[in-house]
């Protein structure tokens, strides 16, 4: 399995991005997908996660409100629509696969893409 984020870029505060997840290798129907980030010295988070049938999503606090998860499956894709960013989501955004977990922790995700930097400013 490979996943490949794209997306991410410079935008000012208040606006926003939508951040792809492209799954390659194996039915992207099987997995669950997650979002997580890492700011410069700080410890990579978890943001949001949708379950494989995009039945169930998780959200952090501190993004409820202003990001949404989705999926299409046809398209072997995972989107992350990030609306009214603030300076506090600038990070470098991964994308997350696993067939049987979906959590709030790095750990429970087995596949991971390279990272895309998001980059908010005022």
């Known amino acids: 399995v490979q996943l490949q984020a794209s997306g991410g870029g410079l935008v000012q505060a208040g606006g926003s991005l939508r951040l792809s997840c492209v799954l390659s290798?194996?039915?992207?129907?099987?997995?669950?997908m997650g979002w997580f980030r890492q700011a410069p010295g700080k410890e990579r988070e978890f943001v949001i996660a949708?379950?494989?049938?995009?039945?169930?999503?998780m959200y952090a606090d501190s993004v409820k409100g202003r990001f949404t998860i989705s999926r299409d499956n046809a398209k072997n894709t995972a989107y992350l629509q990030m609306n009214n960013l603030k300076l506090e989501d600038t990070a470098v955004y991964y994308c997350?696969?696993?067939?049987?977990?979906?959590?709030?922790?790095?750990?429970?995700?087995?596949?991971w893409g390279q990272g895309t930097q998001v980059t908010v400013s005022s």
């Open positions: 997350a696969a696993d067939s049987l977990r979906m959590g709030r922790r790095s750990t429970e995700y087995h596949y």
């Open positions: 949708i379950a494989l049938n995009g039945g169930t999503t």
């Open positions: 290798g194996r039915p992207f129907s099987r997995y669950n």
